[in-house]
């Protein structure tokens, strides 16, 4: 149960966003109504990240989601390039970092767990370092298997009251990603978890791909979980929850345009990322460069018949 002071806390940082009219990593604004594009790098693992932000510039992309889990180029806590340097970059060529990218499983044994914490606290760190006025949210999935979810869920919700008060201290929105093959797998899932924890620094990511996999409505799946969501992956999926295959965006059947007006009919105000699977660009011969233009073309012409502004 949260102290008389973690209540006090909690409860001003509330009331200032509230009447900031601005979500925990900045990620709804009132004095911004437009919907970035952007792309995570998680499609760039080959690519200098300073290199990956000019990449991303010159397509036209605003902003970027940069991976921060172990063995990456820009692994919080092994950083190939300096914070100083990235940081100057994305100034320099007015490139918003809007998320940060890691890998976690929440039900863990209590070793992994601590080591969980320290990676969450040196992404909230570097996050801050990185983009110390809008600092990024931390979105990662919870790993575990689609049928262990009502056997691990309430052990999901404890180790995520524990990830709460990390993300308090560096002042860092951790957002919750359903994931077809995890444990939470369905957009009912991480709203649930967040009402558990009840702190407004643990909040839901959304990708409707896991969910057309799984043969979830958009709409329904929209309604359940935007209201609650700050921060958004997009890509195309084919097959079902058995036979999973990623597609890059556009290259599916998600009607995007549709999607779009979903998503900003529900409120969302925060920046959209393209997704590139681990499926595609782990593949020999991947050419990022070339899949960050494919679904640039792909998805701006989706984003002027939704009617939506880009900034």
């Known amino acids: ?11 001003s940082v509330v009331s200032a966003l509230t009447a900031a009219r ?24 080959s690519l200098a990240v300073t290199k990956a932000i000019d990449i991303c510039a010159d ?59 320290a990676r969450l606290e040196a992404a909230g760190k570097l996050g801050h370092q990185l983009s110390p006025d809008t600092p990024p949210v931390v979105e990662t999935i919870l790993g575990g298997q689609p049928a262990e979810w009502d056997k691990i869920k309430m052990r999901m919700a404890e180790r995520l009251q524990d ?23 369905l957009p009912e899932h991480p709203v649930w978890l967040m009402n558990q924890v009840n702190s407004p620094w643990i909040k839901c990511a959304y990708d409707y791909s896991h969910f057309e996999l799984r043969e979830v409505d958009m709409a329904d799946s929209v309604k359940t979980l935007i209201p609650h969501s700050v921060f958004v992956h997009i890509k195309d999926s084919r097959g079902d929850a058995g036979h999973v295959q990623f597609l890059l965006p556009g290259d599916g059947d998600i009607d995007y345009v549709r999607l779009l007006n979903l998503i900003e009919g529900a409120g969302y105000r925060g920046d959209i990322f393209v997704e590139v699977s681990g499926q595609i660009h782990g593949q020999p011969g991947y050419d990022p460069v070339a899949a960050a233009k494919h679904c640039h073309t792909n998805l701006v012409p989706a984003f002027e018949k939704a009617g939506i502004l880009r900034g």
Not at 60 to 87: A, F, H, M
Not at 165 to 184: D, L, N, P, S, W
């Open 59 to 117: 397509i036209g992309y605003d902003c970027i989601e940069l991976p921060v889990q172990q063995g990456w180029p820009t692994d919080s806590l092994n950083l190939s390039e300096t914070p100083e340097k990235i940081r100057g970059k994305l100034a320099s060529r007015r490139v918003r970092l809007s998320a940060l990218m890691e890998n976690l499983h929440a039900a863990v044994d209590d070793q992994r767990h601590q080591s969980n914490l």
């Open 1 to 11: 149960m949260p102290t008389r002071r973690e209540f006090m806390v909690s409860g």
């Open 22 to 45: 601005v979500l925990p990593g900045s990620q709804l604004v009132a004095k911004r109504p437009t919907i970035g594009l952007g792309f995570s790098l998680y499609g760039m693992k």
């Open 163 to 185: 990830w709460a008060e990390v993300a308090m201290a560096t002042r860092t929105v951790i957002a919750i990603k359903a994931h077809v093959g995890g444990a939470m797998h």
